[in-house]
């Protein structure tokens, strides 16, 4: 008898999990949203996992530029990954840019795809506006994502019919390297998706954790408040910005300061961040603005990519 029972519930396990695995959605065919830094690299990481993508931004200058920083980025990855064997590093070159396409127009070509993520500027209104639209032209199994870093993602899948087929997937910069991936799971976001994108994310060779749809979600919530301290401090005259970069790389192990860091990332993303959170939370100390921040925001200084923050760059 007890032979009997655990057949049977093997059998009914087995075929809960067939079931289950049954519902996922499988991508194959990835549409991108935003031919930027983030963008480009979650198409070539997709395209170099065997995922057919779609690489969609405003004009055909973007997207050529987008398209040459990728064919560098594979070329030094096989030159490592191939090192004593060129002949199969120029084919999984090869092989990777064949697989990209591009696209001025995303109505045209998301009927067909399995996921949409979406990696343009950090404005709720134009994120609005461009899911609103897709949402008419997607095929119905078509999940929708958001690569957001500081935005409620339940506020930009509300601009859609298929909450439940919308989630936040929130990459790290360079893409390619950064193995981190953020899955942010909304209250309406449906169990199937949820799996579907955390299956997706390791099949990039990701490391998936899931977030509720928290402000900031898991690493910029911790993150952020930590480099705006480093700036107070700094403010208050406690420490030069050098020392305190100095002590976080020695003490803390970490390998970059948070001066370092933030003319990284840009001092324009980290004030949007921090603006945005002091706009539904103006009482907590940990999102007040930062005046040396608002200054070197309000001059251009971005950081790296402006050749100017914190630090100057040659």
Known sequence: MAFVTRQFMRSVSSSSTASA??????????TVIGGGLMGAGIAQVAAATGH??????QTEDILAKSKKGIEESPRKVAKKKFAENPKAGDEFVEKTLSTIATSTDAASVVHSTDLVVEAIVENLKVKNELFKRLDKFAAEHTIFASNTSSLQITSIANATTRQDRFAGLHFFNPVPVMKLVEVIKTPMTS?????SLVDFSKALGKHPVS???TPGFIVNRLLVPYLMEAIRLYERGDASKEDIDTAMKLGAGYPMGPFELLDYVGLDTTKFIVDGWHEMDAEN???QPSPSLNKLVAENKFGKKTGEGFYKYK
């Open 191 to 195: 169990q199937k998706t949820f799996e």
């Open 21 to 30: 695995s049954a519902k996922k959605i499988i991508v194959k065919h990835v």
């Open 52 to 57: 057919t993508v779609v690489l969609v931004d």
């Open 285 to 287: 100390p940990l999102h």
């Open 211 to 213: 977030c509720k749809d």
